[in-house]
């Protein structure tokens, strides 16, 4: 069985202030439960989210996205998906969810 561990690590704010996290492993139902509930903990204007990492997607972790999404938007504030991997953008297109999110190729200035 594929590792299914996700480890999430917040890395310096950019230089306006948003909050920066590198994702590494599988978005998947066994990591859900921790990645959402950090996710709505933080407040930060715009949440940029590394999937550079991040391998593949599973149902759960699109619906954990949306209703991230969903949460943000409702509140006035960003979610950025950073350098995307093509499985994943393929999942986030399959399920026709993908024009949901704003997509960047790479982190923001000041972050390795």
Do not use: C, H
């Amino acid at each position: 069985m594929l590792d299914d561990n996700l480890t999430i690590d917040e890395l310096p704010p950019s230089a306006n202030g948003d909050a920066v996290w590198r994702l590494t492993g599988p978005l998947v139902i066994t990591s859900f439960f921790e990645f959402q509930e950090r996710v709505r903990a933080d407040k930060s204007k715009t949440l940029a989210l590394d999937f550079s990492r991040v391998p593949y997607i599973d149902s759960t972790g699109i619906g954990a996205l949306v209703s991230i999404y969903v949460n943000r938007q409702k509140d006035g504030r960003r979610l950025l998906l950073v350098a995307v991997q093509p499985r994943v953008r393929a999942a986030l297109r399959i399920t026709k969810v993908e024009q949901f999110f704003s997509f960047v190729d790479a982190l923001p200035v000041g972050n390795p």
